[in-house]
């Protein structure tokens, strides 16, 4: 094998390890926030994906604040022009009395 191939070789297997640590990041982050909110009692948003010429594309229930955060930074990607917001009217998962935070 001529010293090219073998590099080559060696530069497919580091990306290869690089791809393996990023996915494994990504899951151990997703993983984490899932946990995250699951401990802490937070309130439930209802979002209007409104795109431009004021038409509701979609509403989203249930969505927790990380949730929120997440739509917000990648809204432009999907041409959503506006998001309303709204607290849901939910039921406290310890104490089954209305969560009004």
Known sequence: MSKIKI???AGKAVSYMFLGIN???RFA????RS???GFTN???FQLDL???GGQIIKVLNNQTSS????ILEQMDNFGIEQICINREEVFSNDNNRRNND
């Open 29 to 32: 982050s997703n993983v984490a």
């Open 35 to 37: 946990v995250g909110n």
């Open 50 to 52: 409104v795109a431009k």
């Open 23 to 25: 996915h494994t990041a």
């Open 67 to 70: 949730q929120v955060t997440d």
């Open 42 to 44: 937070k309130g439930l």
């Open 7 to 9: 590099m080559g070789q």
